[in-house]
């Protein structure tokens, strides 16, 4: 019988991880090469990709990480990255997905009111956070099968399970537009169309996190603290357990699950 350490550990497996450079990137990382898998940090600007996996992999063996610029918007780019990664790590046994334009995103037609929203802007969201997806685990599902002990972990969010509270952001610059909580849900019927379409040598769950804090503007801190039964909003830390548990063995009979971490946010 396998200890829990056996079981979390992840020495020798490779893991993708998109949007690898943005903040949930690094908790995933960070999560990931502590357990002792080799990370592929994929993002927009090649840059900040190169920072992000010597950060990883400071202080870790040589080639804990390694850096994939990628434009995930660009379909022949990411059935490209795949093989890049492959090539690259010798392998892959982990894809986590967690590209997507923020609420604050400084992109035309995004963070507005209702009416100022774009189609261009809804559909940029769309390939970026639902298609890429589709391409990805298309041209992965061999490489992860063959693994042994594949696992594909998905970003929701609470807006894929329940609809935006417009108080929260009255009288700041934020706003919550509607492509980011369509595109969640689809992030969450993607991932039990994949539990099931990947089945049985592929795990596919998500994680669907609360508002992680960023110095948003102190009332809306306020607002969304006073309405989460844990009194605080998330920090990427809360998601580094939920990041082990998926991606190991410790949840090998575990697949088409939506691990929320949204401290109470959607019990009541």
């Not at 809804?122 to 992965?140: C, H, K, P």
């Not at 934020?174 to 795990?203: C, F, H």
Request: charged letters at 20%; glycine letters at 12%; a negative charge.
């Amino acid at each position: 019988m396998r200890t829990l350490s056996q079981s979390m550990d992840l020495s020798g497996r490779h893991a993708l991880v998109t949007g690898g450079a943005g903040h949930i990137g690094l908790a995933v990382g960070e999560a990931l090469v502590e357990m002792g898998a080799a990370v592929a940090v994929v993002d927009l600007d090649e840059a900040a990709c190169q920072e992000r996996a010597a950060t990883l992999s400071r202080g870790q063996d040589r080639g804990a990480a390694v850096a994939l610029a990628c434009d995930l918007r660009d379909l022949d780019a990411s059935h490209e990255l795949v093989h890049r990664a492959t090539r690259e790590m010798g392998g892959l046994d982990i894809l986590v997905h967690c590209a997507a334009h923020v609420g604050d995103a400084e992109l035309p037609g995004w963070n507005l009111g209702f009416e100022g929203q774009t189609a261009e802007a809804f559909e940029g969201a769309m390939r970026l956070e639902l298609t890429s997806i589709f391409v990805i685990a298309q041209e992965a599902r061999k490489a992860l099968a063959a693994s042994g002990h594949g696992s594909v972990i998905l970003l929701g969010s609470i807006y894929g399970v329940v609809g935006p509270m417009p108080s929260l952001y009255k009288g700041t610059h934020m706003a919550n537009p509607v492509a980011y909580g369509v595109s969640k849900g689809g992030v969450l019927q993607m991932t039990r169309y994949l539990a099931i379409e990947l089945a049985p040598d592929v795990r596919v769950n998500a994680i669907s996190p609360g508002g992680v804090w960023r110095d948003q503007p102190e009332v809306f801190q306020q607002r969304y603290a006073s309405n989460t039964p844990l009194g605080r909003m998330a920090t990427e830390e809360d998601l580094k357990g939920a990041v082990a548990y998926l991606a190991s063995d410790l949840s090998s009979y575990v697949t088409g699950h939506n691990l929320v971490v949204d401290g109470g946010w959607t019990a009541w």
